[in-house]
């Protein structure tokens, strides 16, 4: 059960930011026990990788703040994101752990599905919810926000680390989140709509 809290939180982190999770898994692996990578994912704490990595995320760092980039950026991600949340979910032997049963060691593409799901759902908020806040603050949103879920994924990739049952509140948490972003977007199209129709 914790394996599997601990892909989910990661593969949740993912869909904020792809490569805050595979940075902290590999330098986690290298560093501490605290992460164990099964076969096939010795290359995820390879240093050349992680140099790589960093390079991506400084460049993720920057073009997520800036408006309009963001949304661009946000589309090149639909790829990236999930991608990283199915990598991240497997890395940590939590498709192979779920539930104590050998099926998803039989079935290891279940794992890469359910990161892949999570952090395309996580993903599909953000980039939704995005472009409102970018409009709705002229642009001034943008590196708040933008900080705001960088800060969200490295604390979730840690939390799923180290304390995963803590994972279960940060995704309720997101829950709540997504649910008053979706209002949020939904009325601002409502009133968008509205202003339309009145001209």
Same mark, same amino acid.
């Given at each position: &059960?914790?394996?599997?809290?601990?892909? @989910?939180?990661?593969?949740? =982190?993912?869909?904020?930011?792809?490569?805050?999770?595979?940075?902290?898994?590999?330098?986690?692996?290298?560093?501490?026990?605290?992460?164990? @990578?099964?076969?096939?994912?010795?290359?995820?704490?390879?240093?050349?990788? $992680?140099? +790589?990595? =960093?390079? $991506?995320?400084?460049? *993720?760092?920057?073009?997520?703040?800036?408006?309009?980039?963001?949304?661009?950026?946000?589309?090149? !991600?639909? +790829?990236?994101?999930?991608?990283?949340?199915?990598?991240?979910?497997?890395?940590?032997?939590?498709?192979? *752990? $779920?539930?104590?049963?050998?099926?998803?060691?039989?079935?290891?593409?279940?794992?890469?599905?359910?990161?892949?799901? &999570?952090?395309?759902?996580?993903?599909?908020?953000?980039?939704?919810?995005?472009? &409102?806040?970018?409009?709705?603050?002229?642009?001034?949103?943008?590196?708040?926000?933008?900080?705001? *879920?960088?800060?969200?994924?490295?604390? &979730?990739?840690?939390?799923?680390?180290?304390?995963?049952?803590?994972?279960? +509140?940060?995704?309720?948490? @997101?829950?709540?989140?997504?649910?008053?972003?979706?209002?949020?977007?939904?009325?601002?199209? =409502?009133?968008? !709509?509205?202003?339309?129709? !009145?001209?």
């Amino acid at each position: &059960m914790f394996a599997a809290l601990t892909g @989910l939180g990661l593969s949740t =982190a993912a869909g904020l930011n792809a490569y805050i999770p595979l940075l902290v898994v590999g330098v986690l692996a290298n560093l501490t026990d605290a992460v164990k @990578l099964p076969d096939g994912y010795s290359w995820l704490s390879n240093w050349g990788v $992680l140099a +790589v990595i =960093a390079v $991506l995320l400084v460049a *993720e760092f920057v073009l997520d703040k800036v408006p309009a980039v963001d949304s661009v950026n946000d589309t090149i !991600q639909t +790829v990236v994101r999930p991608a990283a949340g199915g990598v991240v979910f497997s890395a940590t032997s939590a498709a192979a *752990e $779920l539930d104590h049963s050998t099926w998803m060691t039989e079935h290891p593409w279940a794992g890469w599905l359910l990161g892949i799901v &999570m952090a395309l759902a996580v993903h599909a908020i953000k980039a939704t919810a995005r472009p &409102m806040i970018n409009v709705g603050t002229a642009g001034v949103g943008a590196p708040v926000v933008s900080t705001i *879920e960088d800060a969200g994924s490295f604390g &979730m990739s840690v939390v799923a680390v180290f304390a995963p049952v803590l994972v279960i +509140v940060a995704l309720l948490a @997101l829950a709540v989140l997504a649910w008053w972003a979706i209002r949020r977007v939904r009325r601002f199209r =409502a009133r968008r !709509q509205a202003a339309r129709r !009145q001209l």
